[in-house]
């Protein structure tokens, strides 16, 4: 006869059916029983299945808290909070979760300390569903939409940090393609298991605010946090153990500060090996969820895809250390979308031992919504904003639309003035009215890069591993230049001051050997990146033309003078350099933890008898 374990909590809900209702659904779907005997009863597996139905409604949470001189008088506000979950398990290993939650407005406001801020979030929605049972693929989906995020980062009383997005779409899922009979008797042409993390993120438009202070002042930031949460678990762990018996028989002795200082920390080699853990824990781990098997670790394909598209994004970049000077660099993009897709796995070649391989793509476009678009519209824009006489920006306390206002509050020549329809939000603004004057201007263009790494199975000691590297561009019209080349130098000087603010506070927590440049150095930590490039396909030859206050369009120089004049000695080697550590090293990253992580969740630990 089945057995049917209690059902732990039940808080009604609408999701699938009043509790009634799933309970008589669950019934439907069980085969009747007849009454066993004793023998037969004793050899039958027990059965059981349980549903678990909780939900929580709040309207409205507010907390307090005194973060000393760290981050002073701190308030986290919550209104509109609902949550539902629906579990269901069985004795088969069948496991369906279900999490629904919808927030209307949360903010955390944070003033009186060396850190400072506000972020506001409205209309949040997440669902999330995890499927797994035995004998088929598990499928795990999250899913999140928000209508608006406002961060405003504030240190040592001035903002260094302003950000704002609307109408942000999240989807998250894994892709399984095992062969659950027999995985060692794939065939040439098809994988043994292939394991995928896809990554889909959406927006409509990004506003940020950033000045040359803004890194190395989120550094000490996130420094000044962690060792102020250590501290409080620290005091919250000994304040709990005195609770006890032996910690009161026995006095507490802080621990000794060391007197000797301790040497300085060396420069640490980056290789870039992310997918080798992860494709060694596969090959060791036989008991998963859905069932017993050995994924062999010769031809299993690790990866993942990430696509970012969005609408708008708009980047004010200040030469100062606030937001109170009077020119700004703006960069302004319409329609960008990045589509990211890395592959690992493992490979033999020449030699008996397995090398990883990995292949990396990256597709960067502007424009990507428009069907039909005039030849000559603008997808990207570079300006130099200089501010007007009795402008000044907003006063302390001001919200961050008026900050945005006011840096997008511009006006040009008439006949530049169709280069602005690049600017997502530009506000009419009598009280202000700054001068704007287009630098660069970027037609609708595609950007496709691809790397190949082939990394030993022992980490190399003497030899860089090589990166065959392809770039390609292709653009659809001229990429138009200013005339005035002190607006170019403006560009140099501004991104120069950038970079050379990064290395110098990098420098002090990472010093280099005399033979080591910061060239070389990972744009995150400051590490030495071990690996060497070699482009073997470079395209990269738009038309120039020069911006004149006449409307003509002048033929320019070519764009390796370009480039030269911007800083870029070696475009060919540089220019890909920039784009792998920037931004397919981090992806690629995060998505070989993604895989490591559902992994481990997926492992199945061994009794132990």
């Known amino acids: 006869m089945n057995n049917i374990l209690p059902l732990l909590a039940i808080m009604y809900f609408h999701l699938d059916g009043t509790p009634a209702e799933l309970i008589a ?59 539902q979950v629906w579990i269901s398990l069985d004795n088969t290993g069948c496991k369906d979760v279900r999490i629904v939650l919808d927030l209307e407005q949360s903010s955390i ?58 109408e942000v779409d999240l989807n998250i899922k894994d892709e399984w393609r095992l062969n659950l009979s027999d995985p060692a008797q794939a065939s040439s042409t098809t994988r043994p298991a292939s394991i995928f993390v896809l990554i889909d993120f959406k927006w409509d438009t990004v506003q940020m605010m950033i000045t040359r202070s803004t890194t190395p002042d989120l550094i000490k930031i996130i420094n000044k946090l962690t060792e102020f949460i250590s501290q409080q678990f620290h005091s919250s762990k000994m304040a709990f153990a005195s609770l ?16 000797k200082a301790p040497p300085p920390p060396q420069a640490v080699q980056n290789h870039h090996r992310h997918w080798q853990p992860v494709s060694s824990f596969l090959s060791d781990c036989a008991n998963w969820v859905f069932g017993e098997m050995s994924i062999p670790e010769l031809g299993t394909v690790l990866g993942g895809q990430v696509k970012l598209s969005g609408n708008s994004v708009l980047l004010a970049c200040f030469g100062g250390i606030n937001f109170r000077a ?19 796995m493992k490979v033999q070649e020449n030699t008996p031992e397995s090398d990883t391989l990995t292949l990396q793509d990256l597709q960067f476009y502007l424009g990507h919504n428009q069907v039909q678009r005039n030849s000559n519209g603008t997808m990207a824009s570079i300006y130099r904003i200089t501010a007007s006489e009795r402008s000044n920006y907003p006063a302390t306390g001001a919200s961050i639309q008026q900050c945005f206002q006011y840096i997008c509050s511009i006006t040009m020549h008439e006949d530049l003035r169709p280069f602005l329809q690049a600017i997502p939000s530009v506000e009419e603004n009598i009280r202000y009215k700054h001068e704007a004057v287009p630098i660069f201007c970027l037609p609708k263009l595609h950007l496709q890069m691809r790397s190949k790494h082939l990394q030993g199975r022992n980490i190399p000691t003497d030899e860089k591993p090589m990166v065959d590297v392809t770039f390609i561009t292709q653009f659809d019209d001229h990429i138009h230049m200013a005339m005035d080349i002190e607006l170019v130098i403006f560009l140099h000087d501004l991104v120069s001051s950038y970079i050379d603010k990064k290395d110098k506070d990098l420098s002090k927590t990472t010093p280099l050997a005399p033979d080591k440049k910061l060239a070389d ?78 992994l481990q969740a997926m492992h199945r630990e061994e009794k132990v008898q």
């Not at 085969?31 to 004793?42: A, C, I, R, V, Y």
């Not at 989906?141 to 928000?146: D, E, H, I, S, Y």
């Not at 006890?244 to 007197?259: C, D, F, R, V």
């Not at 480039?563 to 870029?568: P, T, V, Y």
Request: include cysteine.
């Open 25 to 83: 659904r669950r019934d439907q779907q069980r085969p009747t029983s007849t009454p066993l005997s004793n023998k037969d009863k004793e050899s039958k597996q027990l059965v059981w299945d349980t549903r678990v139905v909780i939900g929580i409604n709040l309207s409205k949470l507010q907390v307090n808290m005194n973060m000393s001189n760290v981050m002073g008088t701190s308030v986290w506000l919550v209104k509109g909070l609902q949550k």
């Open 244 to 259: 006890g018996s032996e910690i009161l028989t026995k006095p507490i002795i802080p621990p000794q500060k060391a007197t």
């Open 326 to 344: 009077k020119s700004w660099a703006l960069f302004a993009l319409r329609e960008p979308t990045i589509h990211f897709d890395v592959e690992s």
């Open 109 to 166: 406001d944070s003033h009186g300390g060396v850190i400072g801020g506000r972020l506001e979030m409205t209309t949040f929605h997440s669902t999330g569903h995890i499927m797994e049972q035995p004998g088929k693929e598990p499928k795990h989906t999250v899913a999140a939409k928000l209508d608006d995020l406002s961060v405003r980062v504030d240190y040592m009383g001035g903002s260094t940090l302003l950000c704002q997005l609307t």
């Open 521 to 598: 150095m990972t744009p995150s930590r400051g590490e030495e990146d071990w690996r060497v490039f070699q482009c073997t396909t470079w395209q990269l030859e738009p038309t120039v033309r020069l911006l004149s206050l006449g409307g003509k369009e002048i033929e320019a120089l070519g764009a390796d003078y370009i480039l030269n004049k911007l800083g870029f000695k070696h475009a060919r080697t540089t220019i890909p350099k920039w784009f792998q550590r920037g931004a397919m090293d981090p992806m690629n990253k995060i998505l070989a933890l993604l895989v490591h992580n559902l």
